[in-house]
């Protein structure tokens, strides 16, 4: 009977113990998860920046390597200033076509296989306006243009 009385304690007493656990790994799994994607970002940014000082691509992204060739001859003036070049925009097009008709975005984000170009500033005439391109497998799906 005291051996039931100890077993049961025990199992109550170890539950708790295992739901943490089981929530510390879920945690655990997703900083993980958050530390790829960091390390994808960094990688992609390192590359632009190589690029801008005029050195070689990172072996970060070799698969890149063709689209790191082909945006050195995008334009970096303020395409994305008129509501016209937007409409150049289409689904399905690649990044470094995105970027040869609207130029370099302010900024990108990545979240999993996704990756979004913002294109944000002042425009004279409109104020404060932004725009983003939405990119799933380095094409276009969707097209958020300003409001100018």
Sequence with gaps: M?????????ILTATPVFAQESERVRQLEQDVHLLKSTVVEQGRRIDVLE?????????????????????????????????NTWGRVKDGMSESQ????????TSV???GPYRTLFYRGEVSGSG??????????DRVWQVNAPVF
Excluded at 2 to 10: S, T
Excluded at 98 to 105: A, D, Y
Excluded at 128 to 137: A, E, M, T, Y
Aim: no cysteine.
């Design 109 to 111: 984000e990545n979240i």
């Design 51 to 83: 690029r801008e000082i005029g050195g070689k691509s990172s072996a970060v992204a070799p698969k890149k390597e063709s689209a790191v060739q082909s945006q050195s001859s995008v334009s970096t003036g303020n395409s994305w200033h008129d509501l």
């Design 98 to 105: 995105v970027m040869s008709i609207l130029g370099r975005p």
């Design 2 to 10: 005291i051996a039931k009385i100890v077993a049961l304690i025990l």
């Design 128 to 137: 404060s306006v932004s725009g983003n391109i939405k990119l799933s497998d």
